[in-house]
């Protein structure tokens, strides 16, 4: 306690930076400790103490070698409304299950298959961009709308309209649920019948209605028809039909789905684009060597052609190195275990600050808090020095199972944007990265797009 007092004097006596970047604050606090107690130590969460891991050789303890001892946290109840009892938070055999079940949606065939749908979006998106010399667009808003109709697509293939209308109403829950969360510091608020709070109630009970009623129709039409499709909905209502689970599972992993694969995604690309804005020498590399490639010219490219944009790669990984949608993830140890020689009593949670982690100047060298892709140029594995000095997907068994989508989406959105548009910084932007739940532009991320002429 003393010792977090005399940081906490000693960084509010430093003056605070006028775009509100709480990063390096944050930041030099995890250093700190680290230097001072060996990347192990304890912090309190309110009444809750916390074992924070940020020493790599015990995150792989806990993650691979050891990871029958440790469990998935249990979610504060606001975010455990909005994720549903879905994978995010299953334990046991019943995740297995799922796991097992809802796999093949991100099978690279099935991905594929999306590519010029989920192009078309893009398109759309940029398509009221290049009308002036110079269009300011808040790329954090725009990003959000598109990572909404990409994963509704996702889910739910052919019933998209439909299921948009339902994500569209959890839309509005999370932004609800993030005015809570803002005043979560109020004891019990998120019992008080206030106006926000009870319209979150009313859309949580409408989203999962509007569900079963969905869920009801394409069971009817599988049926009749004998074909359930490849999107998350149909592999769900065939296991379904297999007795392997229930419709009530299905809607929760729905809200699941997305709550975990919309705001993540959007938030990637933000911080990718501003990053982009931010160093014009990389934005010019990536457009070159996406104008280079064998065969052009193309409006939507193909997988094969994704996959030859090395130095797109280089900038997205450095972005989620830099800035982490998930800034951190929590673990519990199932019994009493022994980690780096501490006891760790059953119940107690463990915290991996993966920004802190992808900051650490012991991994990643003295530029680690400055953009440089060029650390990737031979691939991840070879980019850190220590296997999990890297974790934006977290790592394990329950590593991100969206992964595959999100990175694909994220390239096939900035290699069409960087066709067509120049993009920089509007003056209105202010570098101000906050986290409340993820790690996203307090005020936005306005940036200027100039159409190419070449475009
Ligand atoms: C799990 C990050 C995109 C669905 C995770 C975890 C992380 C993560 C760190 C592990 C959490 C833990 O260990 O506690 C991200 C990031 C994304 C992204 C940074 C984008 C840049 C997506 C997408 C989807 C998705 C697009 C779905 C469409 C999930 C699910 C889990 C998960 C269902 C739980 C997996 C399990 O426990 O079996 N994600 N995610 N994510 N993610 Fe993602």
Redesign the pocket.
Known sequence: VKEMMSLMIKASSQPMSPSHNILPRVLSFYHHWKKAYGGTFLVWFGPTPRLTVADPDLIREI?ASKSEFYE??ESHPLVRQLEGD?????KGEK?AL??KI?TP??HMENLKVLLPVVGKSIIKMVENWGESSKTEIDVSESFQRL?ED??TR??FGSSYEDGKAVFSLQSQQMELAADAFRKVFIPGYRFLPTTKNRRSWKLNKEIRRSLMRLIERREKEAEEGGVYGED?LGLMIKARAEGAISAKDIVE?CK???????Q??S???TWAAVLLAMHPEWQERARAELLGLPDPPYIIPSKDQLDKLKTMSMILNEA?RLY???VA???QAKTNVELGGYAIPKGMELL?P?LAVHHDPALWGPDADEFNPSRFSDGVARAATHPVAF?????????????S???L??KLVLTIILRRFDISLSPAYRHAPTVLM?LYPQHGAPLYFRPLLSA
């Not at 879905?86 to 299953?90: P, V």
């Not at 699941?256 to 919309?262: I, S």
Request: glycine share 8%.
């Open positions: 993650f998935k946290d879905g994978l995010l938070s299953l995740w799922h796991r809802i949606t991100f990572t990409i994963i996702t889910a998350l992993e699941t789905f997305f709550f975990a694969g919309k993540t995604t938030n990637l690309l989620l982490p949608p998930a993830t929590i673990r991996i993966i974790i934006p997907f977290g790592l394990g068994a329950r590593t991100c199972i969206g992964q989508l999100a990175l989406e994220a993820l």
